[in-house]
């Protein structure tokens, strides 16, 4: 039998198997004097035998509701030999159960000791009928498999549940979220719109809405295929070729692959540029999100390496080496799609291949993307669409260049998890139709624009989209800018009526002060914290951002243990616990039924007791936040039970809130007046410059 006793889980692993929150867990290990002990870890972080946790659990009734997935990942994450063999071990298993059942359940019927002997040469099979004579997935030994038995069988139980792809997808994500550090992921957002471009995305391809036929079967290559997003993003491909730099990785690849599609699965472990494992290949379509900034990508011993056609790329431009590397892998005709630092189109040291990219018709299109598209989040990167020229190929005396960094943000978007992927696609894929069928397309301003290739060969050969793109007209012309001035001039009058009066009393009032925590524990209101909520919220979720600026809900929920999320109603009232600031907002009706984000707190007035606006109103008070704020160095928490509101009958709490909801209406009108205001001057500074507003 496999030795369990190393497999180790953690406080919140233990939260996840249970379906809880951390705070349950070190309840349960105050109170119950059976709970495991530890067996490894630190005393702030301790960890415990997970045979020992699943049996205490059991005994408790602790585990009768929580998903099968959740136990999975459980002996995944605490296998002995590290959790990406214990992925590759469970991606063989699912490879088998799915390619070949029957003899999953021949075997499966032995002994887990008789089991992991038998595993070895079923998983052989397996795999040498995917990969051919050179997998990127060893097959373990059965002294290797002896501990993975369990997670196998339980894998195996996953795939009948959930199918075998979705089981692993569900344990290669959760990998991925617990080692954010160690892996880029391209989202899958990016991919797909990646795929498209190529014409071999999950919709009909380029030729495929042209001609009314289906997408023919290609041959598409990554050659640094990272977690295998780009590839799995490919619609009917005959053929799948995949290179990863770290071995563990590319195995992993190679297993999700396999099991996404039928296709033909070439994976390979190596560095690329190095040690190319495809040198003869002829693909379709090269998708490929390659490392940035690379120094050391092989510029000494690769200089005289065929595949620079276009120039020798300088130490400083490895991503210029992708390029031609994406180039070099294409049959005639072929298309490659990559993802690139802005840099790429703009550093002086690359201009004379970006000339040469240019002057042959290789380089087809530029597309700048939001910010958060995909990492470095922060930065705004391009895709490069390019094809391979040939004989049968005629020279392309245009190339298009699309600026969608813009595209679908209001004033509050930001974030990688929050790009506005359906007008992005419509707005990128609209101008690369028209441009691949025609070799040109009409001017979009601000947006999109085929220019001729003799106009950007200058000194600079600068491609950035943003830099030859005439400005957008419609939002900034006369008549649009007259109708914010009406805007605005409406809201100042409004805000003029409501700026609130104050008046002194005769004496200062002392009235008699509760605080919340006390309010809560005589019922008079409810306390909820927001927090991840279940792994699928559907609707909007309320952030901090939108109770401090005001706005809708614009939030999503990360994955988090399966529980239902806080839902806000009409009536309740919700903070923000982090950052110092006196806020606190009043949920109406078009807010109300919004998940409750992260670093919020809900309170929720029993209407009999407490008018919403009064308790709104006196827990904005500055000397209230500051009696109830702790400070560390980095950071100020609220805690909301200390803080204080006087003791009203309920007539005096609604004159008190009448006043309170008038200050916030008049709050309201001064950040639009100054929304408007900002909208209004920089549209006359835009409109000035550019001629659609005249001086007089």
Request: aromatic share 6%.
């Amino acid at each position: 039998m496999p030795d369990e006793s190393t497999a180790e889980v953690t406080a919140a692993g233990i939260a996840r198997l249970a379906g809880v929150g951390r705070a349950a867990v070190s309840n349960w290990r105050r109170r119950h004097a059976d709970f495991p002990k530890p067996v490894g870890g630190t005393e702030t972080s301790p960890s415990f035998a997970l045979p020992e946790v699943e049996q205490w659990l059991h005994d408790q009734g602790k585990l009768a509701e929580v998903p099968l997935r959740e136990r999975v990942w459980q002996q995944l994450a605490a296998h002995p030999a590290g959790a990406a063999t214990a992925l590759a071990h469970a991606g063989c298993v699912l490879l088998l159960v799915r390619d070949r059942h029957p003899s999953w359940l021949e075997i499966s019927a032995v002994s887990d000791a008789r089991l992991a002997r038998l595993l070895p040469t079923a998983f052989e099979t397996v795999l040498s009928a995917r990969f051919g004579g050179h997998p990127a997935v060893r097959t373990p030994t059965a002294h290797a498999l002896q501990p993975s038995v369990p997670l196998l069988r339980a894998s195996a139980e996953l795939a009948a549940e959930l199918g075998a792809y979705e089981a692993f997808e569900f344990l290669l994500g959760r990998h991925f979220e617990a080692n954010p550090r160690q892996y880029t992921l391209t989202p899958p957002g990016t991919a797909e719109l990646m795929a498209a471009l190529a014409g071999v995305s999950a919709e009909k391809s380029t030729a495929g809405s042209r001609t009314g036929t289906e997408q023919p079967a290609v041959t598409v290559l990554d050659p640094a295929s990272g977690t295998g997003s780009l590839l799995c993003a490919v619609r009917r491909p005959a053929a799948l070729y995949a290179q990863e730099a770290d071995a563990d990785l590319a195995a992993l690849t190679a297993l999700r692959l396999a099991l996404h599609s039928g296709a033909d699965v070439g994976a390979r472990a190596g560095d690329t540029l190095r040690a190319d494992a495809f040198p003869e290949l002829g693909a379709d379509v090269v998708l490929c999100h390659p490392p940035f900034n690379e120094r050391n990508w092989g510029h000494d011993e690769l200089a005289y390496d065929p595949r620079w056609e276009y120039g020798f790329p300088a130490r400083t431009e490895s991503e210029l080496a992708w390029v031609q590397h994406a180039l070099a892998r294409l049959r005639e005709g072929g298309t490659a799609v990559l993802l690139m630092p802005p840099a790429a189109a703009s550093r002086r040291s690359g201009r004379r291949i970006r000339a040469d990219l240019l002057r042959r018709g290789a380089l087809r299109a530029v597309v700048a993307l939001p910010a958060g598209a995909a990492p470095p989040y922060g930065i705004p990167l391009h895709l490069w669409v390019l094809r391979r020229p040939g004989a049968a190929q005629p020279h392309a005396p245009e190339v298009l260049l699309v600026d969608a960094a813009g595209t679908g943000h209001d004033n509050a978007g930001t974030g990688h998890d929050k790009q506005p992927w359906p007008a992005v696609r419509a707005t990128v894929l609209d101008a690369w139709r028209a441009f691949d069928r025609h070799g040109t397309a009409e001017e979009q301003p601000g947006v999109s624009r085929a220019l001729p290739v003799i106009g950007l060969l200058d000194d600079d050969v600068d491609l950035a989209p943003a830099r030859h793109l005439p400005p957008p007209a419609a939002d900034r012309g006369a008549a649009a800018l007259d109708s914010v001035r009406e805007q605005l001039t409406g809201t100042l009058r409004r805000t003029a009526r409501l700026t609130p009066r104050p008046a002194a009393p005769a004496r200062p009032v002392r009235l008699p002060l509760t605080t919340v925590g006390e309010l809560a524990r005589a019922g008079a209101l409810l306390l909820r914290v927001g927090g991840p909520g279940a792994g699928t919220v559907a609707g909007p979720v309320l952030t901090e951002h939108d109770v401090v600026a005001g706005t809708a809900p614009s939030g999503t929920l990360p994955d988090g243990p399966d529980e239902e999320p806080v839902r806000t109603e009409a009536g309740d009232v919700v903070l923000p616990v982090l950052g110092g600031g006196s806020v606190a907002r009043v949920v109406d009706e078009a807010t109300a039924g919004a998940a409750l984000g992260r670093n919020l707190q809900l309170l929720r007035p029993d209407p009999a007791a407490l008018d919403p606006w009064f308790l709104a109103g006196f827990l904005r008070g500055t000397a209230n936040h500051r009696q109830a704020s702790s400070y560390a160095s980095t950071a100020t928490r609220l805690d909301v039970r200390r803080l204080q509101l006087p003791r009203l009958p309920l007539a005096d709490q609604r004159r008190y809130g009448e006043r309170f909801r008038t200050l916030a209406a008049f709050e309201d009108a001064l950040r639009l007046a100054g929304q408007l205001g900002e909208q209004l001057v920089q549209g006359l500074f835009d409109g000035l410059t550019d001629g659609t507003v005249s001086p007089e």
